[in-house]
Nanobody, 118 residues
């Protein structure tokens, strides 16, 4: 079993920055992808950014150039630096870990609220 614990959400004004962090613990399969998803009220959960244990990244078009994902494989942590935040970035952000193997499992954190408002 894997546990994911997020931190760093909060309230920020438009144009501001926030950094989200997530720490994974437990029986972690070394070949994995960690990422961030978000869910706004009344909307489906969507991928924000994802990074594999090999360092490959992908981002939602809506955050490209504003958000940067990074990870520390030794510490099993992933971070999301969010700059130039917009009101439409307001959502609950969930940390995610996918085991990249046949039958691999998917894990979720409990979520952290990000609110962008003046």
């Amino acid at each position: 079993q894997v546990q994911l614990v997020e931190s760093g959400g909060g309230l920020v004004q438009p144009g501001g920055s926030l950094r989200l962090s997530c720490a994974a613990s437990g029986s972690i399969f070394s070949i994995n992808a960690m990422g961030w998803y978000r869910q706004a009220p009344g909307k489906q959960r969507e991928l924000v950014a994802r990074i594999t244990s090999g360092g490959s990244t992908n981002y939602a078009d809506s955050v490209k150039g504003r958000f940067t994902i990074s990870r520390d494989n030794a510490k099993n942590t992933v971070s999301l630096q969010m700059n130039s935040l917009k009101p439409e970035d307001t959502a609950v952000y969930y940390c995610n870990l996918d085991e990249l193997r046949v039958g691999g499992r998917r894990y979720w954190g409990q979520g952290t609220q990000v609110t962008v408002s003046s």
